[in-house]
């Protein structure tokens, strides 16, 4: 197995494990890791696979760097966001109280 | 000239965004009414530049690509642009006058709305495919804050709920473009374009389509993956619900309609198209119902939106294996929709934000004889749900009525049905609200009046998404403005 390819499977793996933990777990912060977790996979992903173009190429890893900045702003919203919202209630899960708020697609299913 | 213009587009909204942050609600209120006659002036400046020396692509900063960052300027970004600018001010004039200035967290609205338009200007013209997810990104921080700005825990959850199914949404997109560049080394759109159509085994291409049409169907907030918007939509404030609705659920569908007809229909298969059509028009059917059934206006407009934007979601079939007329056709149409969809939906929540304002409660039911006292407001909300029902002269009509034309020429009978019991249900919910409001009630008789200028943006949207109907030809000339192939 070569290793670009090496790198692309490990980044699936860990995105599925991701998305698994963003359906599948409760608590908000866990939610938000598990999203972090996902970001991290696409990351290794961009870089790994296109290594094929003999040797490292520069690009994707300039645009990894911009990206973790995004994530990096991405998760501090969320946690103020979840700080917040445990201040004025008290909870760390998304349930809803109100059953016309909607359904969502990430909370009840797990 | 044009880099003053791109200057103007892509400079100013970040900067208007940084100084406001240090500014108060009302001097940050000044700034922005300054920075919205600056925008229509670029973008007007730009639609002069591109009909007299056709479009063109910029290298910002004289960076090119793969480094730099590549824009791509034609007719249907000026469209775009044109509509950004008089949406935006619309909801941003709205906003001024709507929200209480005394309150200390509104002064975070200005920043946050500069952000937002900063980000739209940058997904319109962006040639590049991680450019547009960094815009994409810009668009869906800001709007998640303008969500939870100043609400209770209600709308923190429903920021919550948006934040955690955008993000997904933008991830997806990325793992997608992060296969497009292991495959072809590039990230332009258009060389993506140019490889796909000449390179026989294009192997992660396909995977990596399926990818980016997934998380920015989830970001457009498609059926099923519809849960997140009614709650976001509905709980913020209504100037921010408009902006909402009526641009930012469009910049991730104008992001998928880009790579789908630039480089996805190449390597796409019948299914595909077909799938993504079906699921649009079970959001038509399925929103507008949910819509008739909800009991307060505002989830009213928000599932009415989800509805409406199934409409877009009809490019893909008509777009794929169909003569190159009717796909133009097709293109078109959906962009008149997004157009006068915009229009409209900003309309009507500027329009129900007026009339809560003035009953003092959400609920359809208390809109009971709100007609006598808000007839301005409730004619604006009208005017809007023409334009959703798609009755003539309104852009709605004209948007589904080039769609009936290219579901026939192609042979796709089975849209026109869903085209029909659409515009059905539309005006089955909007003349519930009709309903409501002319009932007359003995216990109340006691409405606070809004500001006459709240009632006048309103009017202003629904009538230009009105005007978009009566002038369709000269709409649709701007985005077939000439492009010249040179770099």
Partial sequence: MSTPLLYALTGAVLWGIGLMGLIGLRHLLRKLLALNLIGSATFLILVGLAQHHNGPDPVPQALVLTGIVVSIAATALGVVLIRRYFHLTGRTELESEVPEAGRDEEGHSG | ?487
Wanted: proline share 3%; with cysteine; glycine share 10%.
């Fill in chain 2, 1 to 487: 000239m044009s880099n003053w213009l791109m200057a103007g587009l892509l400079f100013t909204p970040l900067a208007l965004a940084t100084v406001s942050l240090l500014l108060g609600f009302r001097q940050g209120r000044a700034l922005s009414w300054l920075g919205m006659l600056l925008q229509l002036l670029v973008s007007v400046g730009l639609w002069w530049l591109v009909r007299h020396e056709g479009g063109f692509y910029y290298t910002l900063a004289g960076w090119d690509a793969p480094l730099g960052i590549e824009l791509r300027v034609d007719g249907l970004v000026v469209t775009f642009l044109l509509l950004t600018t008089l949406v935006a001010s619309g909801c941003g004039i709205h906003a001024g006058f709507y929200l209480e200035p005394d309150r200390p967290w509104q002064r975070y609205f200005w920043p946050l709305y500069w952000f937002l338009w900063a980000g739209l200007n940058t997904v319109w013209m962006g040639g590049d495919l991680f450019n547009l997810y960094v815009g994409l990104e810009l668009i869906t921080l800001s709007a998640v804050g303008l969500v939870a700005l100043g609400g209770q825990a209600e709308a923190l959850r429903a920021a919550l709920r948006y934040l955690l199914a955008a993000l997904l949404g933008s991830l997806a997109y990325l793992l997608g473009v992060a296969l497009v560049y292991g495959q072809f080394g590039t990230l332009s759109l258009a060389d993506v374009a140019g490889q796909v159509r000449v390179s026989e085994h294009a192997l992660l291409m396909r995977p990596a389509l399926v990818l980016m049409l997934v998380g920015l169907a989830l970001k457009t907030a498609l059926f099923p993956l519809h849960g997140w918007l009614p709650p976001a939509h509905g709980i913020a404030k209504s100037p921010v619900s408009a902006l909402l609705s009526a641009l930012v659920v469009k910049a991730s569908f104008y992001i998928a309609a880009r790579v789908w007809l630039e480089a996805g229909v190449a390597v796409a298969s019948q299914w595909m198209a077909q799938l993504l059509g079906v699921l649009g028009a079970v959001a038509i059917i399925w929103g507008s119902w949910l819509a008739l059934c909800q009991p307060r206006l505002k989830q009213v407009v928000a599932y009415s939106s989800v509805a409406q934007i199934g409409y877009l979601f009809l490019l893909f079939p008509l777009t794929f294996g169909v003569e190159a007329s009717v796909s133009l056709h097709a293109q078109q149409g959906i962009t008149l929709q997004v157009i006068s969809h915009a229009l409209a939906k900003a309309a009507m929540f500027l329009a129900a934000g007026n009339l809560i304002l003035a009953v003092g409660s959400n609920r359809v039911e208390a809109l009971a004889g709100v007609s006598h006292f808000l007839p301005f407001s409730l004619f604006s909300f009208g005017l809007a749900g023409v334009s959703l029902m798609g009755l003539p002269p309104s852009g709605g009509f004209a948007a589904k009525w080039m769609l009936l034309q290219a579901s026939m020429a192609s042979g796709q009978w089975w849209w026109i049905m869903v085209l029909a019991g659409g515009g059905l249900l539309s005006a089955a919910y909007v003349f519930r609200i009709y309903k409501a409001s002319f009932l007359e009630r003995d216990e109340q008789d006691h409405f606070y009046h809004p500001d006459r200028r709240l009632e006048v943006a309103a009017m202003l949207l629904a009538l230009a998404s009105l005007g978009v109907g009566v002038s369709g030809s000269q709409v649709l000339s701007v985005m077939a403005m000439p492009f010249e192939e040179v770099q």
